[in-house]
């Protein structure tokens, strides 16, 4: 076990440094010089030549060598200093992704593991008969071949325009002064956060209803059930057994899955404006907020390296097989 | 004992006989080939550009508007042929470099073993953890100037990880069976038993993989056209979908306008994949239906 | 008492056709018999077992009854054979190493699979103790994972588990083609063990090692591209047979102890026939030296002296 978690931090340690990295050099890197451009952007702004400053010497501290460069960067990046904001400007960069971030959560924490479960229950029971087999399987294709924000902005129009049931836009009503936990507020943000939340939901249900169903036929072919079969064992205990076992390599895909689930997010909060790290890197990007863009990178990679750690802990409580120092992996 | 040890088993033909009757298979490839041939039909039949202000914006579907017009006043018919082809394109070379890259570090980190393995795996790791869009977010935002080729070569670079991942899987059950023992003892180069002995008969799963991969790519390619970091010239199908949401496409309820290009990748995503399921049941005798 | 098969005939559904995988095998296995059924991959040996044990698709029931303990089984029917598994009926499969669910701990599994016999788990784990000290299995092992045990132990397991609830006939498939030559002798002593404990009245240990037979069986059923060649005592099967397929099998195996009469025959000339569309009559007469006209009608499978049974013309010419 020791071994197996050894492994996955030596994994995620060093992608965090190949993160970092790739987020140091890509500026510093890429043709047509963008650090220029970054520094005119300042220019015209209220102020914005001492923040610069401030940011440059600690961060990007041009004048000094490019090893002295990199180590500056980390250090600023330890220290919380992301950089200033253009879209906001002035707030700090992570002051406005940690505002962004519980949205984030809230969409994505539900939307994902309510899919999770609903897909593998459903992929269960497919698997078991053969007219929901048919009725079950392409509908799951046809799901998991969607673009999140084709389906964001189906559901957007139907439900929100045609129909006029949800708003599309934003988190809460802009007439509720701010966030808080009173019945009108919570009330504003659940209709709000349902068609982001249904949409990222149901791509993903697609997924893993089809795995689950794959999965479970596999395991049923296994020679443990055959042999509780050969037993006479009753298809509710068989199936059982499958299911539990099909479960595992299903947390695995789910493990795999996080990077496309949060690009799926991120597309998904861009068509209703909803305001996580997705709704960001779009203004980021229509701004030319670089700080801001690579601040979001680094929050991304963050929270799924901490997500895949999480999967990971929870794998090793299931499965006995890692526990016992043997065999079993994940992603 | 089976039926295979029976009968001799007539490979080449029964395949093909098993992928012709082969439902999933035929509704896939139909698919398929229906937006293939209209990618290189498509165009003929019209006579705008993409970005051409032909009519007042937001005229519905009509006979002269095939797919009516965007709020822009731009014929959607015209951008939704010529976006499909940039499909296609993603497709090919991203799916084709992910596969290829996939192939070269699965091959060799199964075929070797040892500490290649071991680095080659921590590799792969890696680039499975990092989403790969938000990586590709930060370089296409930092470029100025952005084609569909090099968009689908930073896909296929960052797409890779799991097919490697199953082909070392693969390439590791195949190089301890008795002909690549004898292939070896018999002094052959391990490029030469790679090539000669273990590629063979892995060439059903290299297909699906490409598949998978092709899917894939236009998914991805999708996603980032949308977030406005696609290609800065011509069109796509993402690119679509995201000038609709920003020109208020859904409060105007110009349906037509977005429903075309999702509606097409879902398409070609899906017969992709339903091909794939049908492809994985001809090869693989133990998942056909008796 | 005892096994009785009836001209059971099982085919095996192809889209190219019925592979004719056993046709009209009829013999009994009397109570504390442990018969060994030997013949080279392909003969149908498997396709009986799996008959017996769990006749589903691909495979069809054409004609044919079982009787076990003067009760007819309905084999073709998978759901009320349930009733008669495990208990009446078991089986030490073929694959025992991965027999076990491999995230459960074996006790739990154990006591999952009594329940659902209505079995107290409680109740029979000093039963189940005494026979993990009979196959020399720690306790401990019930509350283990199968990973944690090795293939030999994992084995032994199984064939405690499968014979837990007394079963009238065990039919053990080919457990000792994964072990190493000492364990292959042990676990086939352990078979031995269980019959003269009466944990299992029967017993058909289904193998191409003959040598195991030989050590173990009280007699040995020999097939032929699905069809019975020939039945008898183990010590006449090996010295003094008389169908012209036994006799070149036993032939072929240089000595009596050394192993595996499953790969091709050296020392018989052809291959078996394809079973999709087998020869008419004996299907042994054309790689038969003694072969007659007589040939092109299937033999029956006849008693020639007390417990002796053979399917061909040329011997009951001989006996008539």
């Known amino acids: ?331 | 004992m089976t039926a295979s040890t029976v009968i001799e088993p007539k490979k080449r033909s029964e395949t093909l006989y098993f992928a012709l009757r082969n439902n999933k298979l035929r509704i896939g490839v139909l698919v398929l080939l229906f937006f293939i041939v209209l990618t290189f039909v498509g165009p003929m039949f019209t006579d705008y550009e993409p970005y051409q202000f032909v009519s007042s914006g937001a005229q519905p579907p009509s006979s002269e508007f095939w797919f009516g017009t965007t709020t822009l006043g731009h014929d959607v018919y015209t951008q939704f042929v010529l976006g499909l082809s940039s499909t296609f394109i993603v497709g090919i070379i991203g799916g084709g470099l992910g596969t290829l890259i996939g192939i070269v570090v699965g091959f060799t980190a199964g075929y070797r073993g040892g500490v290649v393995d071991e680095l080659l795996n921590i590799l792969t790791n890696i680039v499975l953890v990092i989403p790969a869009l938000a990586v590709l977010l930060l370089i296409a935002a930092y470029l100025e100037v952005r084609g569909i080729i090099a968009e689908s070569l930073f896909i296929g670079c960052l797409a890779w990880p799991w097919t490697a991942r199953a082909i070392r899987a693969q390439t590791f059950s195949l190089r301890n069976r008795d002909f690549v023992d004898l292939a070896r003892l018999s002094g052959m180069k391990a490029r030469k038993i790679i090539f000669s002995e273990i590629a063979p008969n892995m060439m059903s799963y290299l297909l699906l993989a490409f598949i998978l991969q092709f899917g894939g790519a236009i998914l991805t390619a999708a996603t980032l056209d949308f977030i406005g970091l696609g290609p800065t010239e011509g069109i796509s199908l993402g690119l679509m979908m995201n000038n609709a949401v920003l020109w208020g496409a859904l409060l105007l309820k110009v349906w037509w306008w977005f429903v075309p290009p999702g509606l097409a990748i879902t398409a070609i995503v899906g017969a992709l994949y339903i091909t794939n399921v049908g492809l994985d049941e001809v090869f693989n005798p133990k998942l056909r239906e008796m | 008492m005892g096994l009785q098969v009836e001209n059971l005939t099982v085919y095996y559904q192809t889209l190219r056709g019925s592979v004719q995988a056993l046709e009209d095998a009829t013999f009994s296995i009397a109570d504390g018999e442990i018969m060994g059924l030997a013949g080279e991959s392909g003969c149908g040996k498997s396709t009986l077992s799996n008959s017996l044990v769990r006749l589903v698709p691909p495979l069809k029931l054409i004609r044919g009854r079982v009787i076990l303990d003067d009760q007819e089984l309905p084999v073709a029917d998978v759901e009320r054979m349930n009733a008669y598994r495990f208990r009446q009926l078991s089986v030490v499969p073929q694959y025992a190493m991965n027999a076990m669910n491999p995230t459960r701990k074996i006790g739990r599994m154990t006591s999952e699979l009594l329940r659902s016999k209505r079995v107290d788990y409680r109740a029979a784990l000093p039963e189940i103790k005494r026979r993990l000290d009979l196959v020399k299995l720690p306790q401990e092992v019930l509350k283990m994972y199968p990973i944690e045990l090795s293939g030999g132990m994992k084995q032994r397991m199984v064939m405690v588990l499968s014979t837990l609830l007394n079963p009238s006939l065990l039919i053990a498939d080919e457990i000792t083609s994964a072990l190493d030559v000492s364990t292959q002798k042990a676990v086939a002593e352990m078979l031995v063990e269980f019959r003269n404990r009466e944990f299992v009245k029967s017993i058909i240990v289904i193998t191409h090692d003959i040598s195991i037979l030989y050590q173990i069986a009280d007699s040995i059923m020999i097939m032929y591209a699905g069809q019975l060649a020939e039945k008898a005592s183990t010590e006449t099967i090996i010295h003094s047979p008389e169908h012209p397929y036994t006799k070149m099998l036993i032939a072929s195996l240089p000595e009596v102890g050394v192993r595996y009469a499953d790969t091709r025959l050296t020392g018989i000339p052809g291959k078996p026939p394809l079973l999709l569309d087998p020869p008419v009559g004996c299907r042994f007469r054309h790689r038969c030296p003694v072969a007659f006209e007589k040939c092109v009608e299937a033999p029956p499978f006849l008693e020639i002296a007390k417990d002796h049974f053979v399917a061909c013309w040329e011997v009951f010419r001989k006996y008539a």
């Open chain 1, 1 to 331: 076990m020791k071994r197996y978690f050894g492994r996955k931090l030596l994994v995620y340690i060093l992608t965090f440094v190949l993160a970092v990295t790739i987020d140091w050099m890509i500026p510093r890197f890429m043709p047509g010089d963008p650090i220029s451009i970054l520094i005119s952007r300042f220019g015209p702004r209220q102020g914005g030549y001492e923040a610069l400053q401030g940011y440059f010497t600690s961060a990007f501290g041009l004048d000094v060598p490019i090893w002295q460069q990199y180590l500056n960067f980390w250090r600023a990046l330890f220290q919380g200093d992301l950089g200033i904001s253009i879209y906001v400007f002035p707030t700090p960069v992570i002051d406005v992704i940690m505002r962004a971030i519980p949205y984030d959560i809230a969409l994505l924490l539900p939307a994902i593991l309510l899919s999770w479960l609903a897909g593998n229950n459903f992929g269960a029971i497919a698997a078991r008969s053969k007219r929901l087999d048919d009725t079950i399987l392409p509908l799951g294709y046809i799901l998991t071949a969607t673009p999140y924000m084709w389906l964001a902005i189906l559901l957007g129009w139907f439900f929100g325009i045609v129909l006029g049931i949800f708003p599309i836009a934003g988190a809460f009503d802009q007439s509720i002064p701010a966030p808080s936990f009173s019945w009108l507020f919570i009330s504003s943000f659940l209709v709000h956060w349902f068609l982001p939340f249904i949409s990222l939901f149901l791509v993903q249900f697609g997924g893993w209803a089809i795995g689950m169903r794959n999965m479970i036929i596999y395991e049923l072919e296994a020679d443990y059930s055959h042999y509780l079969e050969a037993l006479g064992a009753p298809t509710r205990l068989v199936r059982r057994y499958a299911f539990n076992n099909a479960v595992l390599p299903q947390i695995t895909g789910l493990a795999l899955q996080l990077g496309v689930v949060v690009a799926g997010a991120l597309v998904t909060e861009v068509v209703f404006s909803y305001p996580g790290i997705g709704y960001l890197i779009l203004q980021a990007i229509q701004n030319q907020d670089y700080f801001l863009l690579q601040g979001c990178f680094l929050f991304i990679i963050f929270g799924v390296l901490l997500a895949n750690f999480l999967i990971d802990v929870a794998y090793v409580l299931v499965d006995p097989r890692t526990r016992m120092g043997m065999q079993g992996e994940v992603g």
